[in-house]
């Protein structure tokens, strides 16, 4: 069993940047890769990008490639979405969610375990 607990969220302007947290629970985080998917109102969760148990492997969105990075740090059971020149468009609710098969996958249906969710607000 992993908890997650994502954090970081809030409201920035166009062209800004945040850093979103997740921090698991238990001893078997660096057993898991771990992946960031959102949520905007009225549309179908997303994936965002996704690192693999070592951080070796790492997989983006098209829609997020040069602008977000994602990274973690196992001796702290915790994984980042460092996101920069933030647009309108990424305005959702970011979750994070890990992935016992330790691929790098885009599908959520791979993944076992989900935050409860943190909102991000980009104004224009």
């Known amino acids: 069993q992993v908890q997650l607990v994502e954090s970081g969220g809030g409201l920035v302007q166009a062209g800004g940047s945040l850093r979103l947290s997740c921090a698991a629970s238990?001893?078997?985080?660096?057993?898991?890769?771990m992946g960031w998917f959102r949520q905007a109102p009225g549309k179908e969760r997303e994936f965002v990008a996704a690192i693999s148990w070592s951080g070796g492997s790492t997989n983006y969105a098209d829609s997020v490639k040069g602008r977000f990075t994602i990274s973690r740090d196992n001796r702290k059971n915790t994984v980042y979405l460092q996101m920069n020149s933030l647009k309108p468009e990424d305005t959702a609710v970011y979750y994070c969610?890990?992935?016992?098969?330790?691929?790098?996958?885009?599908?959520?249906?791979?993944?076992?375990?989900w935050g409860q969710g943190t909102q991000v607000t980009v104004s224009s």
């Open positions: 969610a890990a992935d016992s098969t330790r691929g790098v996958h885009a599908t959520d249906l791979f993944y076992a375990y």
């Open positions: 238990g001893r078997t985080f660096s057993r898991y890769a």
